[in-house]
T-cell receptor, first 114, second 112 residues
Framework: DAGVIQSPRHEVTEMGQEVTLRCKPISGHNSLFWYRQTMMRGLELLIYFNNNVPIDDSGMPEDRFSAKMPNASFSTLKIQPSEPRDSAVYFC????????????FGPGTRLTVT | KQEVTQIPAALSVPEGENLVLNCSFTDSAIYNLQWFRQDPGKGLTSLLLIQSSQREQTSGRLNASLDKSSGRSTLYIAASQPGDSATYLCAVRDTNAGKSTFGDGTTLTVKP
């Protein structure tokens, strides 16, 4: 299996621009998680889906952030408009089922907003 | 709200030494606890998953224990090697529909 796939791996954009991060979970996994990692705040859960349905988005920092999962093999995290404080590494993870199974992480997208 | 603490934040040991990393959590109502390894600039690699009903899990030189009642887990690394140098994170998945909370990690350096 190819593991969790994220694209792009690196993104540099200017403040105010729209940013879209993409994730393909491991085939057969029905739960997907979006995390953000910074030096100051560590690893934070932003939102997670179960069977393509958002379960908890309480970690999404602001309305500028939105996430979708149109099907079992694809999810996006969008930031519009982006700000310098959004600079971080964004990870996507998937799990076979929501609770009792391991989470597998993708390589992450390093976002820099100038 | 679940809080996860990892102590120490950093640890440096000579090669060959056995060591223990600690993870504590405030809410014992958990589904499981997972240990990860993160190399600089990389994603997280799963090491061990302990279900709430289990006391320990082993994989090679790694052994993780869980004491849910006291809110503690340890990761034991036997015969450490320079290749074990990385940041080790623990994550607690609580009963709130699978939400995970991560500790800040312990950065391990194994000197040759």
């Amino acid at each position: 299996d190819a593991g969790v796939i994220q694209s792009p791996r690196h993104e540099v954009t200017e403040m105010g621009q729209e940013v879209t991060l993409r994730c393909k979970p491991i085939s057969g996994h029905n739960s997907l998680f979006w995390y953000r990692q910074t030096m100051m705040r560590g690893l934070e859960l932003l939102i997670y889906f179960n069977n393509n349905v958002p379960i908890d988005d309480s970690g999404m920092p602001e309305d500028r952030f939105s996430a979708k999962m149109p099907n079992a093999s694809f999810s996006t995290l969008k930031i519009q408009p982006s700000e310098p404080r959004d600079s971080a590494v964004y990870f996507c993870a998937s799990s076979f089922r929501l609770t009792s199974y391991e989470q597998y992480f993708g390589p992450g997208t390093r976002l820099t907003v100038t | 709200k679940q809080e996860v603490t990892q102590i120490p934040a950093a640890l440096s040991v000579p090669e060959g030494e056995n060591l223990v990393l600690n993870c504590s959590f405030t809410d014992s109502a958990i589904y499981n606890l997972q240990w990860f390894r993160q190399d600089p600039g990389k994603g997280l690699t799963s090491l061990l998953l302990i279900q709430s009903s289990q006391r320990e899990q082993t994989s090679g030189r790694l052994n993780a224990s869980l004491d849910k009642s006291s809110g503690r887990s340890t990761l034991y690394i036997a015969a450490s090697q320079p290749g074990d140098s990385a940041t080790y994170l623990c994550a607690v998945r609580d009963t709130n529909a699978g939400k995970s909370t991560f500790g800040d990690g312990t950065t391990l350096t194994v000197k040759p």
